[in-house]
């Protein structure tokens, strides 16, 4: 587990691009954190660390966006998701193993995850200060 503290959403960004140069292209990343927590600055990070250019934005109507870089990146809202069946219809499935996914609202498919994801709680501490615990990945320790 690491844990970072940041003060803007440009140090929010930073975290995740170093995160992004331990990735290896097909792990799924379940983050976690309130609405405004700082996910959307998160994939952004994580995009930019992938070689991604194209602007990021939160995939809330879309449900998932996907952008080329390096690998593959699958970025997921789950906000309206609540059962198997809204996950399944979401193409959720067809996603495994195909790139990196990073998933908002993991709260709400916390069961449907696979065991060996990558746990990213984003927790705001006031209006700009962020705490981000990383956990699930031996390489992150590095980060």
Same mark, same amino acid.
């Given at each position: 587990?690491? =844990?970072? %503290?940041?003060?803007?959403?440009?140090?929010?960004?930073?975290?995740?691009? =170093? +995160? !992004?140069?331990? +990735?290896?292209?097909?792990?799924? %990343? !379940?983050?976690?954190?309130?609405? /405004?927590?700082?996910? $959307?600055?998160? $994939?952004?990070?994580? !995009?930019?660390? @992938? /070689?991604?250019?194209?602007?990021?934005?939160?995939?809330?109507? !879309? @449900?998932?966006?996907?952008?080329? /870089? =390096?690998?593959?990146?699958?970025?997921?809202?789950?906000?309206?998701?609540?059962?198997?069946?809204?996950?399944?219809?979401?193409?959720?499935?067809?996603? +495994?193993?195909?790139?990196?996914?990073?998933?908002?609202?993991?709260?709400? %498919?916390?069961?449907?995850?696979?065991?060996?994801?990558? $746990?990213?709680? %984003?927790?705001? @501490?006031?209006?700009?200060?962020?705490?981000?615990?990383?956990? /699930?990945?031996?390489?992150? @320790?590095?980060?």
């Amino acid at each position: 587990m690491r =844990k970072f %503290i940041t003060s803007s959403a440009e140090e929010t960004e930073a975290v995740a691009e =170093k +995160l !992004a140069g331990t +990735l290896k292209g097909n792990e799924i %990343i !379940a983050m976690f954190g309130g609405l /405004g927590a700082g996910k $959307t600055a998160f $994939t952004r990070g994580l !995009a930019r660390g @992938l /070689g991604i250019c194209e602007g990021v934005s939160s995939p809330t109507f !879309a @449900l998932v966006n996907e952008y080329n /870089g =390096k690998f593959n990146l699958y970025h997921f809202d789950m906000y309206r998701v609540s059962s198997w069946d809204d996950l399944y219809s979401t193409g959720f499935f067809d996603y +495994l193993d195909n790139g990196i996914m990073i998933i908002e609202w993991s709260e709400n %498919i916390r069961e449907f995850l696979p065991q060996n994801h990558i $746990t990213v709680t %984003i927790s705001p @501490l006031d209006e700009n200060t962020r705490e981000i615990i990383i956990e /699930g990945s031996d390489d992150i @320790l590095s980060v």
